[in-house]
């Protein structure tokens, strides 16, 4: 073997090896810092091991895209920082030789705030990732009191490339009509909301009927087979939850193969062979 050949080796071998802490000898993790960084870094390299959501087609054939867990808790200290982490992995990604967009989950109220619009466009900037890989997850729609302000903040995101996706839609009136105004490019519907509150499809019609015609329909918590199913019959676009794939790290979701994820998901299931209308 040349030295140029094994070198090669130890640096693929070294890039798929996964994280170890470094420990002393009595087992504790000893990295120089205080016990406040040190808790920290241990959090984040437990978001690292299970903090990336995977979103399929309906189908399972298709990976398109990844839900970043993290930021769905966040809080207003953790939020920029945690935004910074994400936009990392998607340019990971792509760096890589994968195409995976990734939704950011944002608080609303902080699009209506001018300087974490600020940070976030001089964040999204500097990455240079191309328009369509970075989406941004809206958990809430705005109050009335900062809708000016709210919908300059999006704007300006526009402007940058980045897509805009509701992720807690439930089907009101109001809610359709923010989505229409907004010109949202992606609608999450909580599938366990539809078990427990029977959202009416008619709401779904509405929203295909919006003059906004690119919306796209995710299905998120698809915990059960019924999910996938009731997804389907809803004509949904993307599906995402526990039945699709648990949360994974950024290095293993560039191991997921679609074709294989498609077999191991839908081999077994009935449903596979369901029309968009539900019929066998």
């Not at 087609?57 to 398109?64: A, D, H, I, P, S």
């Not at 990455?127 to 109050?143: E, F, H, K, N």
Request: aromatic share 8%; glycine share 6%; charged share 20%.
């Amino acid at each position: 073997m040349s030295p140029k050949s094994r070198l090669y080796t130890l640096v693929k071998a070294w890039k798929n090896k996964p994280f170890h802490e470094v420990r002393d000898a009595y087992g504790d993790p000893w990295l120089g810092l205080s016990s406040q960084a040190l808790e920290e870094h241990q959090s984040w390299s437990k978001r690292q091991a299970i903090s990336h959501e995977p979103i399929f087609n309906c189908k399972g054939t298709k990976l398109t895209g990844s839900l970043f867990r993290p930021l769905l808790n966040a809080s207003d200290m953790q939020l920029l920082r945690l935004f910074m982490e994400g936009l990392d992995t998607v340019a990971y990604w792509y760096r890589s030789g994968r195409f995976i967009p990734g939704i950011l989950p944002i608080p609303t109220h902080t699009i209506a705030s001018s300087g974490y619009v600020d940070v976030m466009s001089e964040l999204i900037l500097n990455s240079r990732l191309p328009v369509g890989l970075l989406a941004i997850g809206l958990q809430s729609i705005p109050d009335s009191a900062n809708v000016d302000s709210f919908k300059e903040g999006l704007l300006r995101l526009r402007r940058l490339g980045v897509l805009l996706h509701f992720l807690n839609f439930c089907g009101s009136a109001e809610e359709l009509h923010w989505i229409a105004e907004m010109q949202l490019d992606g609608v999450h519907i909580d599938m366990s909301k539809v078990r427990e509150h029977n959202l009416e499809s008619n709401a779904l019609s509405l929203l295909r009927q919006s003059p906004y015609l690119p919306t796209q329909i995710y299905a998120r918590n698809v915990g059960l087979v019924k999910d996938l199913e009731r997804a389907s019959t809803l004509i949904a676009d993307h599906a995402y939850g526990g039945i699709m794939m648990a949360p994974v790290s950024r290095h293993q979701m560039l191991q997921i193969n679609d074709s294989r994820i498609a077999k191991a998901i839908f081999s077994l299931h009935p449903h596979q062979h369901l029309n968009p209308n539900g019929d066998k």
